[in-house]
């Protein structure tokens, strides 16, 4: 098992940057996806970056250019860097790893983007 929280979450006007951070229970260094969702109100989640244990990492496409996301082994930590901010990228972010047979979730950080 492994237990994620997320922090980094806030209100930030549009154009500004937040840096979102998962840390994890335990090592990631054995799971084979980790990524960031996101879930506005009244809509489904959606998946926003995901990143591989080979490093490897794919957007969705309305953030291709803006965002980042990484991972650090030492710390046990996912990173979404969200740059140029939208009002359309309010959402509760969520960090979920995946393993073969199961799906892990974190507790979720509000982002709002208004002026």
Excluded: H
């Excluded at 799971?31 to 244990?53: C, F, N």
């Amino acid at each position: 098992q492994v237990q994620l929280v997320e922090s980094g979450g806030g209100l930030v006007q549009p154009g500004g940057s937040l840096r979102l951070s998962c840390a994890a229970s335990r090592s990631i260094f054995s799971i084979p996806l980790m990524g960031w969702y996101r879930q506005a109100p009244g809509k489904e989640r959606e998946l926003v970056a995901v990143i591989s244990s080979a490093g490897s990492t794919n957007y969705r496409d309305s953030v291709k250019g803006r965002f980042t996301i990484s991972r650090d082994y030492a710390k046990n930590t996912v990173y979404l860097q969200m740059n140029s901010l939208k009002p359309e990228d309010t959402a509760v972010y969520y960090c979920n790893a995946k393993q073969t047979t199961s799906d892990y979730w974190g507790q979720g950080t509000q982002v709002t983007v208004s002026s």
